[in-house]
């Protein structure tokens, strides 16, 4: 009850982020679900907004809530986009992807003039790698990419649905939950993972974080992404 209260918490302050007339970014999960639902209030009350969405789980949330949609074809850059994490660690660098959104995730936080993540505070690590890390395959080189990833020193297994099938993402490919424990080198794990032919995105998302909020206990606290130094403001 404590972390949902804590979601609740950063996903209300992100919408300080949010002015009349912006396109705004609609992550994917359950703080940003909630993220959504705030949104979707102050339209209701007549913000102007226009979203485009990380999923078809978020589409089809802000459609219920009134929330009007577009797309790149009519707005090819975001104003600010509203996100969760899995993991964040002191230098802002995140595990995304437990939803099973990551790519389009990573296609709408790149195209964003600002990326504000919201969390409660056990999503806060000194180091990313205990959540298992997300990697979306084509179902082609599936087993292939399974072996390369264990022998990067990963604990492999085939993301399931909550019916026990394969988990299929919004663009047809399949996810493998990767537990490396550790990451000591974020950039250079995605390095080699962007170098594997039939790995289409993973759940590194770097240097993509430009405002963190973290819900803890009563307070938000509000980190940013700064070019020599990170740290609360």
């Known amino acids: 009850m404590a972390n949902e209260q804590e979601k609740q918490a950063a996903a209300r302050s ?34 102007k907004i226009r979203a485009i969405p990380t ?15 577009t797309t790149f074809d009519e707005c090819p850059e975001i104003d600010v986009t509203i996100d969760g994490a899995d993991e964040i660690n002191p230098a802002l660098q995140l595990i995304k992807g437990g939803g099973g959104a990551l790519l389009w995730e990573k296609i709408v936080a790149s195209v964003s003039r600002t990326v504000v993540i919201i969390a409660d505070s056990s999503k806060q690590v000194p180091l ?18 399974a072996g390369r990833l264990a022998a990067l020193g990963a604990s492999v297994a085939e993301r399931k649905d909550r019916d026990g099938r394969q988990f299929v993402t919004d663009e047809g ?16 794990l995605a390095d080699e993972l ?26 938000v606290l509000e980190f940013r992404r700064l070019p020599e130094q990170t740290g609360p403001t």
């Open 128 to 145: 990313l790698g205990k959540f298992p890390l997300p990697v979306e395959v084509v179902p082609f080189a599936q087993t292939l990419l």
């Open 14 to 47: 992100s919408l300080a982020f949010v002015q009349d007339g912006y396109v705004v970014g609609l992550g994917t999960g359950s703080t940003a679900s909630y993220a959504i639902r705030f949104l979707g209030e102050r339209v209701q009350a007549g913000l």
């Open 194 to 219: 962007d170098h594997m032919p039939g790995v289409v995105e993973h759940g590194l998302f770097l240097d993509l974080a430009d405002i963190v909020l973290i819900g803890k206990g009563s307070e």
């Open 173 to 188: 490919h399949h996810i493998l939950d990767c537990s490396f424990r550790r990451i000591p080198d974020p950039s250079g």
């Open 55 to 69: 999923s078809a789980n978020s589409r089809d949330l802000a459609a219920s809530l009134g929330i009007p949609l």
